[in-house]
Each structure stands twice: as structure tokens, then as C-alpha cells.
T-cell receptor
Framework: EDKVVQSPLSLVVHEGDTVTLNCSYEVTNFRSLLWYKQEKKAPTFLFMLTSSGIEKKSGRLSSILDKKELFSILNITATQTGDSAIYLCAQDSNYQLIWGAGTKLIIKP | DTGVSQDPRHKITKRGQNVTFRCDPISEHNRLYWYRQTLGQGPEFLTYFQNEAQLEKSRLLSDRFSAERPKGSFSTLEIQRTEQGDSAMYLC??????????????FGSGTQLSVL
């Protein structure tokens, strides 16, 4: 059964720091790798990655996929307290999303 | 509000009781998903519909769980004879066919179920 593994499980940094979150996945029926941010209840979509080496950016957030090594990273630069959340990655596999357990990110002022 | 809405937001029930949750997807979305999430875990797939047809159910979904989407719009998820292990957040999400499973997946705020 496909698995998605995220690391670290939790991370505490100070405002202004840069963080890198990791996500490894398995390849069966791979269509895309997705990142979501979950603050209180509903996960909200961040990025969808389908091709290796192409960086997706949105403001201070960026993400890239390595299909050879089967992982993705999510970078957040100049972190702010509003970035505190759980960051989830998911593999889109045959019309199902297989989710990692998430990285809980806490930004201290 | 034109997002995905779920009702109720919270449900407390006694073990053995039946519960039903409702999800209203974004109106033009033809796909609707149900997920379950427990603390410290990512969402776990339960089932999904394309229009009114239930196309996939998780192997982990016991016979006590049933979902319907009778007219291809709102959906209900019923849990019969609830057990304490059913305590979780139940998330609904919707999307539009042809845009990929995840890119346009919009989640509701969930129903938090506590079984005493």
C-alpha cells in the first residue's frame, strides 16, 4: 500500500527564519504531489506538482518535486506567526489522495 | 458563502447510537469526497462520488458506514452503532472533474464526532 511520509513531524522556529518541510512518497499510479495547509479545520490547497525540477512559488512559499528520488520539499522563507499550521502533503494516486501525517509548524514571535 | 459546508460542526453521541452528517459541496462541483481525520494524522479516504454514483469506498470502511448522494448535490454520511473508535473529524471535499483530484479539491470545515 502506498505511503506518504513527512518530516519533521513538528518544528518550532522564530519569526523570520526559513523552514524546509519534507515529503517522501511511493510511486504506484503517481499523478501528482500536493501540499495543503491546515490551520484550524479545513485543509487549504497550496501547490500541485507533477514534473521534476520545476519550482512552484506563491509569495514566501515554494515547492519542488524530485520524481527520481520520490520526494518533495516545501520552503517557507521569512516566516511569520500566521504561517503556524499543519502542512500536509498528499500523493494523488488513482483518484485517491494518500496523505502524510503532516508537519506541525509553530512560529514564535 | 459558496464554499463547502458541513453540518453539524460538532456531534457528541453515546456508543451504540446512529449519527448522520451532511455535506453541501460547491454547487457546480460533480465530485464529492468523505475523509476522516484523527489527531496527528492526515485525512484518511473513506469514499467518493461522481454526481450521484458512489465510485469508490475504502477497504477500511466498515458496514456500519454508509454514504449517499441521491441527487448528485448534497451528501450524507451515516454511522450506525457508533463505537468510541469512530471519534474523529469527518471532512467533506468537492472538486470538478477534469481538473485533477487535488488541484481543485475544496474542503469543508468538518464535523467533529465524539463518541462517549
Amino acid at each position: 500500500e502506498d505511503k506518504v511520509v513527512q518530516s519533521p513531524l513538528s518544528l518550532v522556529v522564530h519569526e523570520g527564519d526559513t523552514v524546509t518541510l519534507n515529503c517522501s512518497y511511493e510511486v504506484t499510479n503517481f499523478r501528482s504531489l500536493l501540499w495543503y495547509k491546515q490551520e484550524k479545520k479545513a485543509p487549504t490547497f497550496l501547490f500541485m506538482l507533477t514534473s521534476s525540477g520545476i519550482e512552484k512559488k506563491s509569495g514566501r512559499l515554494s515547492s519542488i518535486l524530485d520524481k527520481k528520488e520520490l520526494f518533495s520539499i516545501l520552503n517557507i522563507t521569512a516566516t511569520q506567526t500566521g504561517d503556524s499550521a499543519i502542512y500536509l502533503c498528499a500523493q494523488d494516486s488513482n483518484y485517491q489522495l494518500i496523505w502524510g501525517a503532516g508537519t506541525k509548524l509553530i512560529i514564535k514571535p | 458563502d459558496t464554499g463547502v459546508s458541513q453540518d453539524p460542526r460538532h456531534k457528541i453521541t453515546k456508543r451504540g447510537q446512529n449519527v448522520t452528517f451532511r455535506c453541501d459541496p460547491i454547487s457546480e462541483h460533480n465530485r464529492l469526497y468523505w475523509y476522516r481525520q484523527t489527531l496527528g494524522q492526515g485525512p484518511e479516504f473513506l469514499t467518493y462520488f461522481q454526481n450521484e454514483a458512489q465510485l469508490e469506498k475504502s477497504r477500511l470502511l466498515s458496514d456500519r458506514f454508509s454514504a449517499e448522494r441521491p441527487k448528485g448535490s448534497f451528501s450524507t454520511l451515516e454511522i450506525q452503532r457508533t463505537e468510541q473508535g469512530d471519534s474523529a473529524m469527518y471532512l467533506c471535499a468537492s472538486s470538478l472533474t477534469g481538473t485533477g483530484v487535488g488541484e481543485k479539491l475544496f474542503f469543508g470545515s468538518g464535523t467533529q464526532l465524539s463518541v462517549l
